[in-house]
């Protein structure tokens, strides 16, 4: 090994200084544009990898934003159920309810004996304000259209909540006490601190 660095020393010194300069110099380039080359390729791979990313992030967070006639249409069947909701809550005064329980009655065939009103009250929730009818009514007929009285109530009255049924046998006729809570006029009340 030593004689062959004796004999790449012999032959360096034969050959001329700048020769060796510009063979170092070479190298030295050689060396310098191979980091920058594997520097470069690196970086094209995060970028690569970056932009992937970019585009599978902008695809996720990519909105269409609603059109005005997508606007109107939903604007439109809102207001629909809306109207549909305030349609649930029309009765204004206890004669309208007494029309409902009359004619529910006459539909599921019991005879309604008695009705009874309690004092109107103001309740109200966080956001909405509204009426409650206490009504007991007293029905006569078959247990079975009983159920189907309270069932086609509801449907009439989706607002009412029947908080007690008594049903009784008495002389050979059945007779039910029905208590109902009518839920009646709600108006949105004025949001407090905090909101609704």
């Given amino acids: ?91 204004q005064e206890p004669d309208d309810l007494m029309g409902v329980l009359s004619a529910t009655a006459r539909d599921s065939n019991v005879a309604l004996l008695n009705i009874g009103a309690g004092d109107i009250q103001l309740k109200s929730t966080k956001c909405v304000q509204y009426s409650t009818q206490p009504v007991t009514v007293t029905l006569e007929g078959e247990t079975t259209n009983f159920y189907l009285f309270l069932s086609s109530l509801y449907r009439a009255a989706p607002t009412m909540s029947a908080s007690g049924v008594r049903i009784t046998e008495t002389e050979g006729s059945t007779r039910a006490q029905v208590n109902l809570l009518f839920h009646m006029s709600p108006q949105q009340v004025p949001a407090k601190k905090g909101g609704c």
């Fill in 1 to 91: 090994m030593f004689k062959s660095f004796e004999k790449l020393r012999q032959r360096l010194s034969t050959v001329k200084p700048w020769v060796t300069i510009a063979t170092l110099l070479a190298v030295a380039m050689l060396g310098y544009y191979a980091v920058l080359a594997m520097r470069y390729m690196s970086a094209s791979a995060q970028v690569g990898s970056l932009n992937g990313q970019i585009a599978q992030l902008q695809g996720t967070t990519r909105i269409g934003l609603p059109t005005e006639d997508g606007l109107t249409a939903q604007l439109t069947a809102n207001e629909q159920h809306l109207a549909e909701i305030q349609d649930h809550f029309n009765f």
